[in-house]
């Protein structure tokens, strides 16, 4: 049963640390998304890749997010230093997409995310 | 740029009867997807259904089918018979090229 895969799926930490979530995509899937779930602001897309090219990174703040992928099986959306409205649920979701526009995403179960 | 929008953040139904979600959308592209995706209390986010815009025919799966008018750009999700399980968030999706927009979503309660 192919699924996308996230670790961790809760973490706690003091506001300051470094925060690395990681996910593994589906085999085969050639397009990666990151979302941050806030009840204030619903489902917002930090970053977005292509196989395995950062494209759209735009809703993500530069100063202290970054997310890579750095092979074909694994996609990292790390927070440093991490503070507490960095406080949601974030998830990776996978897709394949044959040409340009996307089809549909396929999510992991989420890590929620609190900093104190 | 695309934006999603669901009108109705809630709504309740009793168990049985149907309901209608409603989503409106803004693009400029003549083919894309569109997707209804459904978040349950476990968070996890489930794909209920897809629609092809290039397509006249209506989706459906199962109880679930939509209602897609392309030209008022208006895709609305139908649950026939609801069940105690579809008790969740809805959310409208619209994928562009280099992103996938989400609607707020419509926290739908089913009532025993």
């Known amino acids: 049963d192919a699924r996308v895969t996230q670790t961790p799926r809760h973490k706690v930490t003091e506001m300051g640390q470094e925060v690395t979530m990681r996910c593994q995509p589906i085999?085969?899937?050639?397009?990666v998304f990151w979302y941050r779930q806030t009840m204030m602001q619903g489902l917002e897309l930090l970053a977005y890749f292509r196989n395995r090219a950062p494209l759209d990174d735009s809703g993500m703040p530069k100063d202290r997010f970054s997310a890579e992928m750095p092979d074909a099986t694994l996609a990292t959306l790390k927070i440093q230093p991490s503070e507490p409205r960095d406080s949601a649920v974030y998830f990776c979701?996978?897709?394949?997409?044959?040409?340009?526009?996307?089809?549909?995403?396929?999510f992991g179960q989420g890590t929620r995310l609190t900093v104190v | 740029a695309q934006t999603v929008t669901q009108s109705q953040p809630e709504m309740s139904v009793q168990e049985a009867e149907t309901v209608t979600l409603s989503c409106t959308y803004d693009t400029s592209e003549s083919n894309y997807y569109l997707f209804w995706y459904k978040q349950p209390p476990s968070r996890q986010m489930i794909l209920v259904i897809r629609?092809?815009?290039?397509?006249?025919q209506n989706a459906t799966e199962n109880r679930f089918s939509v209602n897609f008018q392309k030209a008022a750009k208006s895709f609305s999700l139908k649950i026939s018979d609801s069940q105690l399980g579809d008790t969740a968030m809805y959310f409208c999706a619209f994928p562009a090229h280099n992103d996938m927009r989400f609607g707020a979503g419509t926290r739908l309660t089913v009532k025993p």
């Open positions: 979701a996978s897709g394949f997409s044959p040409g340009i526009m996307n089809t549909e995403a396929f």
């Open positions: 085999l085969g899937h050639n397009t």
């Open positions: 629609q092809e815009a290039y397509k006249q």
